[in-house]
């Protein structure tokens, strides 16, 4: 068969028609390397060359997009070539062509990720590490890379969750620690690190606090309940927050008017 016509479609893509009513969508590079003007004739054996050349572009081409936005691990890229359709064999060879070209590189993108996590996250160490593993790193390589998320990152991060949510603060010391406890071993930082500085939490204002939960919790039931009732689930929403039966006895004795 005969190259009837080119039509360009996009930047760097055309149309080639042939004498057959057949047409295939190929790279400029394909065009160009295998000389397809118009009345070029095109066997079998070419053709097969063609179509090669052009799948090698098309899945070479989109796992540069692919990697254009920010830096992949090798397992990334790989299911995404896939997920796109692409042959497992020229994926392979894709990949290794990448990795020979310095596209993709796990020890680089592990530094750049870890780094990226402490700059731009409140995530600690153990999830990170967990992170990298479910994006196909090997555990040898996350392992030579951690020291980045070093000891003094991970205690200043906690030091600054720990300060924000005192800051914050709506429960009695006791509740606060635990509640600071399980949200900082979810976010991966490691128990020890944590239990270093939430002893040291100081609520000096608890009182303060006390008194501070107990109008929230007047205003928004005073209208749904009456006297005892009132009165019982006031202590009851304080209990739940942590504060001291005794001082709770006291202010709800002393504010209740009814």
Do not use: W
Not at 63 to 88: N, P, Q, T
Not at 173 to 183: C, D, H, T, V
Request: aromatic letters at 10%; a positive charge.
């Amino acid at each position: 068969m005969k190259v009837n016509k080119l039509k360009k479609i996009s930047k760097s893509n055309y149309k080639v028609y042939f004498d057959t009513n057949d047409y295939l969508n190929l790279h400029e590079d394909v065009i160009i390397n295998n000389s397809l003007l118009t009345n070029k004739v095109v066997d079998a054996s070419l053709l097969e060359k063609i179509r090669k050349e052009n799948n090698d572009k098309q899945v070479y081409g989109n796992a540069l997009k692919f990697l254009s936005y920010r830096m992949r691990s090798i397992l990334e890229v790989k299911k995404y070539l896939l997920d796109k359709g692409f042959e497992e064999e020229l994926v392979e060879s894709t990949i290794s062509k990448l990795k020979e070209q310095g596209y993709l590189d796990d020890n680089k993108f592990t530094t750049a990720f870890i780094n990226t996590k402490i700059n731009t996250s409140d995530i600690g160490p153990n999830r990170v590490r967990e992170q990298l593993i479910n994006l196909g790193v090997s555990e040898s390589i996350i392992e030579k890379n951690m020291h980045l998320f070093s000891s003094k990152i991970e205690e200043d991060k906690v030091k600054h969750y720990i300060n924000k949510k005192v800051k914050n603060n709506h429960y009695a010391k006791k509740i606060l620690q635990n509640k600071i406890l399980e949200s900082l071993l979810l976010m991966g930082y490691n128990k020890e690190v944590i239990l270093k500085y939430i002893e040291d939490i100081d609520i000096s204002n608890e009182g303060n606090i006390l008194e501070k939960e107990y109008n929230k919790i007047y205003i928004k039931y005073k209208n749904k309940y009456k006297d005892y009732e009132l009165k019982s689930i006031i202590k009851q929403k304080l209990y739940q927050k942590g504060f001291d039966y005794r001082e709770i006895e006291d202010m709800v004795n002393k504010r209740c008017d009814y």
